[in-house]
């Protein structure tokens, strides 16, 4: 079911491909990755021809991150509300783009983000960011944020990122209209989910 919404969702995009990179999402959220890109491509060209690459698109829809990576697809997906909010730098949709690619990078050589890795790999791309983005113009947002990141990283457990995950898709479904009604009723369900697995790891 998620596959042929995405499949849906990406279908009913406008799309363009840059340099063998297909971009999809509604014009605006277009233009302001391609402007991003250009940052990457003009000040970092090395890293640019690895992320053109190691994806094979940038898809902007409504995530629960800023960005994230999916191996399946090989695609770095954007949040619209991060893309779309005028707040947002090119610079900073650069810098979130360098941290993906880079996950796609380290997928490409084999490294499995398992859980006990986790940690070191999410350094390896903040360090990628603040390498790529520190030559851009106006990118001291960008860089500082990515700084506060490697200093704070978050639990990277199972648990703690699923319950951040979560959090996010409700967040995610509420700003795509979805009524609070139905909202309650998964947390209701997934908590009857959860209470149930606890209980069988007990039993076991």
């Known amino acids: 079911m998620e596959r042929f919404f995405e499949w849906a969702w990406l279908k009913a995009s406008d799309s363009l491909v840059v340099d063998r990179l297909l971009i999809a999402g509604d014009q605006q959220e277009i233009d302001r990755v391609v402007e991003a890109l250009s940052l990457i491509r003009q000040y970092d060209p090395i890293r640019y021809r690895r992320l053109v690459r190691d994806l094979r698109r940038i898809w902007v829809w409504a995530i629960p991150y800023r960005g994230q990576f999916k191996k399946s697809t090989w695609t770095c997906e954007l949040d619209q509300r991060f893309v779309l909010d005028e707040k947002t730098s090119s610079e900073l949709i650069a810098s979130v783009i360098v941290h993906e690619a880079t996950h796609a990078r380290l997928a490409r050589v084999g490294i499995e983000y398992r859980e006990e890795l986790r940690q070191r790999i999410e350094q390896v791309c903040i360090r990628r960011q603040l390498a790529s983005i520190k030559g851009l113009p106006k990118a001291t947002e960008a860089f500082d944020e990515a700084e506060r990141m490697l200093d704070a990283l978050p639990d990277m457990g199972d648990i703690a990122m699923a319950e951040r995950a979560f959090a996010g898709e409700l967040e995610a479904a509420r700003y795509l209209g979805v009524p609070d009604w139905l909202l309650q009723k998964i947390v209701i ?13 007990r039993q076991n």
């Open 189 to 201: 369900i997934r908590e009857r989910r959860s209470r149930r697995s606890a209980a069988k790891l």
